[in-house]
Nanobody, 123 residues
Framework: QVPLVESGGGLVQPGGSLRLSCAAS????????IGWFRQAPGKEREGVSC????????YYADSVKGRFTISRDIARNTVYLQMNSLNPDDPAVYYC????????????????WGQGTQVPVSS
């Protein structure tokens, strides 16, 4: 059983929207903070957004504030990333990751990673 599976990636036009899903299995979201990360070709993986495990409070990187929204559905054990107003800086492979912590954490501390989903933005 794969702990995290992302879905929802795909080609979108600039200014468009996309919703990514991260389905967790084998653990519950109220014990793990979930982060969304992205990695573009030739660039380091960077944090995009994160949701704390206890109170679901969100964190956003400055580059996506006001455009992206993270949320979770405890019953479905799934975290979502709603991405609006996509721009040429957003194309990347998007990953979700889980850390057994109340709070979002630095990348090396995450316990589980999904396989990634591509988000290209057409020019």
């Amino acid at each position: 059983q794969v702990p995290l599976v992302e879905s929802g990636g795909g080609l979108v036009q600039p200014g468009g929207s996309l919703r990514l899903s991260c389905a967790a299995s084998g653990f519950t979201l109220d014990s793990y903070a979930i982060g969304w990360f992205r990695q573009a070709p030739g660039k380091e993986r960077e944090g995009v957004s994160c949701i704390h495990s206890r109170d679901a409070s969100p964190y956003y990187a400055d580059s996506v504030k006001g455009r992206f929204t993270i949320s979770r559905d405890i019953a479905r054990n799934t975290v979502y990333l709603q991405m609006n107003s996509l721009n040429p800086d957003d194309p990347a492979v998007y990953y979700c990751a889980a850390v057994k912590s109340t709070y979002c954490s630095p990348i090396p501390l995450y316990d589980y990673w999904g396989q990634g989903t591509q988000v290209p933005v057409s020019s």
